[in-house]
């Protein structure tokens, strides 16, 4: 006779690597991940004003909005003619890598829980399964046989 696998081993056993390679998957994406990939579409690049929240751009110490509301700011077209930029010229493209990585960290936060709660499960299920005495054998015609109660 031998040991008997206890719950906890059990647990332990296929926690550990299931928990293990999620984690592996989440933090990995999120520390190697291509963050060249997560820019606004130049399709959908937003105007300036609704990029107010996310950065300010400035022009001599002073907001751009500033010099745009001032019409302070010229520009040149294809045929050398000045004009006057306007605030809908500008357009805005956001790279939302930083939102991405948080949120693969935030669920590597979560793998790393349950590989932790699985390699405990598994640490002590196997010194349970250590202390567990071996049955007793006794010496018959030559050969160990357990003993039956």
């Known amino acids: 006779m031998t040991r008997k696998m206890n719950a906890l081993m059990l647990i332990g056993l296929i926690g550990a690597p299931v928990a293990g390679a999620q984690f592996g ?10 963050d060249q990939i997560w ?17 300010q751009l ?7 909005q500033n010099h745009l509301e001032r019409r ?3 520009a040149l077209d294809t045929n050398g003619l000045a004009y006057f930029v306007a605030p809908e010229l500008f357009k805005v493209r956001l790279n939302n890598w930083a939102p991405v990585k948080a949120s ?9 829980f349950a590989l932790g709660v699985s390699l405990t499960c598994l640490v002590v299920g ?6 567990q005495p071996l049955p007793r ?11 039956r109660r």
Do not use: C
Request: proline content about 6%; cysteine-free.
């Open 25 to 34: 998957v989440d933090y990995s994406r999120a520390i190697w991940g291509d």
């Open 137 to 147: 054998r006794r010496v018959v015609d030559g050969q160990a046989r357990p003993i």
């Open 39 to 55: 820019w606004t579409p130049a399709t959908m690049a937003l105007p300036l004003e609704q990029t107010r929240g996310s950065f």
């Open 72 to 74: 302070s700011l010229t």
């Open 126 to 131: 196997l010194i349970q399964f250590f202390r």
């Open 104 to 112: 693969l960290l935030h669920k590597a936060v979560y793998s790393a």
């Open 58 to 64: 400035f022009l001599d110490n002073e907001p751009i």
